[in-house]
């Protein structure tokens, strides 16, 4: 069975490309998340990720 990714794989971040085959559909901290989870009465899921995989993917940005 073929994985289908979710909206993450339209990120650029090496980040949360890593992600975006991930069975959750993910959103990005933005104003859509925040939206759709008030229209649909439901609770924001924060993840922080993992600090250390996060900033070595961050520093290699540049």
Known sequence: ????????IK???PYLLQHA???VDWYTWD?????I???EDKP????SG???CHWCH?????
Do not use: I, Q, T
């Not at 069975?1 to 993450?8: A, Q, S, T």
């Open 11 to 13: 990120e650029k971040s």
């Open 50 to 52: 993992y600090s250390a």
């Open 44 to 47: 924001v899921f924060l993840s």
């Open 1 to 8: 069975m073929d994985k289908k990714p979710n909206r993450l």
């Open 58 to 62: 961050v520093s290699s940005w540049n």
């Open 21 to 23: 085959y991930n069975p």
């Open 37 to 39: 989870a008030k229209r």
């Open 31 to 35: 104003d859509e998340a925040f939206e």
